[in-house]
């Protein structure tokens, strides 16, 4: 046997297994500092979510939506609930429930088949005209002020000036409602 021979293929092995070890190491680390990084951007990340129409750009983060997007799903949400007639009222109330928070999903249910059935008793349609919608990032709401015509048999009964307010919460990657009601103070 030759052992120089077997020394040097010894050392070669070494070497080759040190090598590999570092190796080994340094896509250990890199696997470390990804995961550190991917741990860093969950929570903080923006998900890009489509209201009905788009007419502004926005952002959603982790439980919060930019002023912008309130204002698209207010003036969204304020159309299926105020601008409607005996035609439109029932395909209108079930858009509206599929953004409604699970919560209050069954009041708001009564209320609009409550309020579809009374149109249609007396024939009547509305039309909500909005002036200003005045969001609130803090508290994920806004306030829409306009103008709420109501016709019966086609003839005008009111023309008033209105304002409601409609709040959200951001859940499962969607922005649902959570109340729709009548505020005071609509020429404010």
Known sequence: MDFDRLNGDLKELRRRNRGLAATIGALAAG???????ILNLLGSQRTLVVPPSI???????RDKASSEYLEQMGSFIAWLVLDVSPAS???KKDILLGYVEPAQHGE????QELEASRLKRINASTAFMPQQLVPSEEA???????R???LVNG??????????LLEFSYAGARMHLKTFKEIPNAAS
């Open 31 to 37: 696997q470390l500092v990804a995961l550190a990084i």
């Open 55 to 61: 007419n502004k750009s926005f952002w959603v983060e």
């Open 89 to 91: 009222i029932d395909w």
């Open 108 to 111: 708001l249910k009564t209320r």
């Open 140 to 146: 994920q709401s806004v306030v829409v002020r306009g």
């Open 148 to 150: 709420l015509r109501t």
């Open 155 to 164: 003839l005008e009964t009111a023309n008033d000036s209105k304002a409601y």
